[in-house]
């Protein structure tokens, strides 16, 4: 199992701490970008993840929450983001177009849904994808409970790339904890996300590593 923990939970005030905790305990480092408008919520943008991607030792995992989301993908891959993930519901009919260009820049091409997006949605890209992120909350904010849900979703895309014969991952981003990683698993989840449950604990590398370990 893969861990990504997201920064949005970490101390904006001790970023360089945070980044180099995870460089020694994660597996990639998760940057939620937003817009303001595919999500109801601002995070941050380049002067935030150029300054993490000179501290990280370990690779980017961009995941866009914007409109136009392939404005951004030639900056990212250039600071050396080795994954970067858009919405199906910010590229529509484009998506496969904008992972092609992704996997052209030499970047895993991961392909997002919010949680009221069918996962069937999903099923013409693979093939086009490297990773799919199925959201497990809407997007926009961290901290929020885990749709319980999701772990259908999870496995009906494992199935059909199973059934399909296709290798690309299954992301998994909002409200994931200790609590609920090892059904997120057995799912067919390979890279968790956390925000909260790892920067809001006492001990965040503990946290990691029961992630990883689920
Ligand atoms: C939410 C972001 C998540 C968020 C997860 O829109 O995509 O990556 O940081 O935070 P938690 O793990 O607290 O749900
Ligand atoms: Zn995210």
Redesign the pocket.
């Known amino acids: 199992m893969l861990v990504s923990p ?1 920064l ?1 939970s970490a101390d904006f005030l001790q970023l360089g701490d945070a980044v180099r905790m995870l460089n020694a305990h994660a597996d990639l480092i ?1 940057l ?1 970008l937003m817009d303001g408008v595919l999500v109801p919520n601002l995070s941050f943008g380049f002067s935030v993840t150029d300054a993490v991607s000179r501290e990280a030792a370990i690779p980017l995992d961009a ?1 866009l ?1 914007t409109i136009h989301p392939w404005e951004w993908f030639p900056h990212l891959a250039k600071k050396g983001a080795a994954y970067i993930s858009f919405h199906l519901e910010a590229a529509g009919a484009d998506a496969a177009k904008h992972l092609a260009s992704l996997r052209a820049m030499g970047v895993k091409a991961g392909l997002a849904i919010d949680p009221d997006v069918p996962v069937q949605k999903l099923f013409p890209y693979i093939g086009s994808a490297d990773f799919f992120l199925i959201m497990s909350v809407y ?1 926009g904010f961290g901290g929020q409970r885990f749709i319980p849900e999701s772990l259908e979703r999870i496995a009906a895309l494992k199935a059909e790339l199973a059934r399909r014969g296709d290798r690309a991952m299954i992301e998994v ?1 909002g409200g994931v904890s200790a609590a609920n990683a090892k059904e997120l698993r057995e799912a067919g989840a390979d890279i968790l ?1 956390a925000g909260s449950a790892v920067f809001g604990a006492p001990d965040p590398a503990a946290v990691i590593r029961s992630l990883k370990s689920a």
């Open positions: 997201s949005l998760h939620d995941h929450m997007a981003d996300v």
